[in-house]
């Protein structure tokens, strides 16, 4: 079983940032593909970014390449969300996932809100 903490959401005006962490409880975090995932209100939850074991290989939604980086400590068992360029379209309830692969996700956070206001 693998606990994962969100943080770093809030409110931030369109341009600005935003970085979120995701702290896992499991010392064998860096066994585990890392994930973000958004939910917007009203719509189904969507990917975002992923990294792999080794915090090489990021790969992006066309939505978020070129504004956000997703990065992992593994000594820190975190995984970090660089938000930057944020839009209104950004606003969305953000999840951390722990997986096997890019298809399987088996441990998810309770999620972190960011707003991002005009």
């Known amino acids: 079983q693998v606990q994962l903490v969100e943080s770093g959401g809030g409110l931030v005006q369109a341009g600005g940032s935003l970085r979120l962490s995701c702290a896992a409880s499991?010392?064998?975090?860096?066994?585990?593909?890392m994930a973000w995932f958004r939910q917007a209100p009203g719509k189904e939850r969507e990917f975002s970014a992923a990294i792999s074991r080794s915090g090489g290989s990021p790969y992006y939604a066309d939505s978020v390449k070129g504004r956000f980086t997703i990065s992992r400590d593994n000594a820190k068992s975190t995984v970090y969300l660089q938000m930057n360029s944020l839009k209104l379209e950004d606003t969305a309830v953000y999840y951390c996932?722990?997986?096997?692969?890019?298809?399987?996700?088996?441990?998810w956070g309770q999620g972190t809100q960011v707003t991002v206001s005009s």
């Open positions: 996932a722990a997986g096997v692969d890019l298809q399987t996700f088996n441990y």
């Open positions: 499991r010392r064998t975090f860096s066994s585990y593909v």
